[in-house]
């Protein structure tokens, strides 16, 4: 017998009985279905029940269906629950202003059973991606601070360098979209690190020739714990930037000695973003480098370990890189 739970949940709202009514008929067979016959009814059962989607009537006593909708979408707990007016209202200014207030659809009455079915098939697929996408992305920042257990990283190390990254990426002319993409693929840059030895990862002093071999292979071991079956762009630039952030400019990084723009950009920006917040964050090994020094040493290793273009946009963002590092400051006991 299959748990009641694993249907959706679906909240009807309208003051008139025989609307829920003609709306249960439509629904009932494919959904799980609780009802509410005014606006604060709704309001508690949406915070309460948690339904995947809201079908509400506009004109009601009481609270209106806007006044609800608005109060739905400034709640952390509910504003996420998509919302469908069900109005005899069918002037467009009607449909627009419920668009505005948050509402992902607008039917009139009367209904449409077809069309109702659809809708709410529709929009609660559109929710099933969305769970997918934010999954996704949990998994994957949970890899990234699975690989900072390993090599004694903080997770603000993670952070800042891969809001150091989202800004680089802005200047260099990423989209919105790509620059967030760059932001939460970022964390993952030393996944590989989970398969060195802790002997190598964690030796206090200087490695010698065949442990720094074995320490290299993180990049390429990356690479394939994040895999190519996943075509995602999020997945996809995990993946190069894991496998070629130590790439440099000139050819001498590994593990392909890529060089120029043969090393993709995300990986050049990542590489920038990280080798700042290292030497200016403190390790057990070493102590932090001032900023002057640190900027200093990039500056120097442009054409040879960065991508000079992209050492010259990162001076020139340096404020905005400066916000981040005092939003993400480590607190050292006094």
Known sequence: ??????????????????????????????????????????????????PDLI??????????????????????????????????LSESDDEAKGLELGAVDYISKPVNPAIVRARVKNHLSLVRVDELVS???????????????????????VIR????????ARA???????????????????IGKIGIPDAILQKPGKLDA???????????????????????DLMVTAREIALSHHEKWDGSGYPSGLAGEEIPVSA???????????????????????EEAAIDLIKEEAGKHFDPK???????????????KEQFREHTPE
């Open 172 to 190: 260099a002319g990423y989209s919105e979209r790509q620059a967030e993409n760059l932001l939460h693929a970022a964390p993952m840059h030393d």
């Open 55 to 88: 079908l509400l009537d506009i004109m009601m006593p009481g609270l209106s269906g806007y006044d609800v909708c608005q109060r739905l979408k400034e709640a952390a707990d509910t504003r996420h629950i998509p919302v469908i007016f069900i109005s005899a």
């Open 1 to 50: 017998m299959q748990p009641h739970n694993d249907q959706a949940t679906l909240l009807l709202v309208d003051d008139e009985a025989n609307n829920l009514q003609v709306l249960k008929n439509i629904l009932q067979s494919h959904y799980r279905l609780i009802y509410a016959r005014d606006g604060e009814r709704a309001l508690l059962l949406a915070e309460k029940e948690h």
């Open 210 to 232: 065949d442990e720094w071999n074995i320490m290299q292979q993180h990049a390429e071991i990356g690479a394939l714990i994040l895999g190519q079956e996943d075509t995602s």
């Open 268 to 290: 050049r920006i990542v590489a920038i973003a990280d080798v700042f917040d290292a030497l200016t964050s403190v390790r057990p090994y070493k102590k932090a480098w001032s």
């Open 310 to 324: 992209l050492v010259e946009l990162f001076l020139t963002h340096l404020d905005a890189i400066r916000q981040i």
């Open 135 to 157: 999954t996704r992305l949990s998994i994957v920042q949970r890899l990234g601070r699975a690989a900072e257990y390993k090599d004694n990283e903080t997770g603000l190390h």
């Open 161 to 168: 360098m891969s809001h150091y990254a989202q800004v680089l």
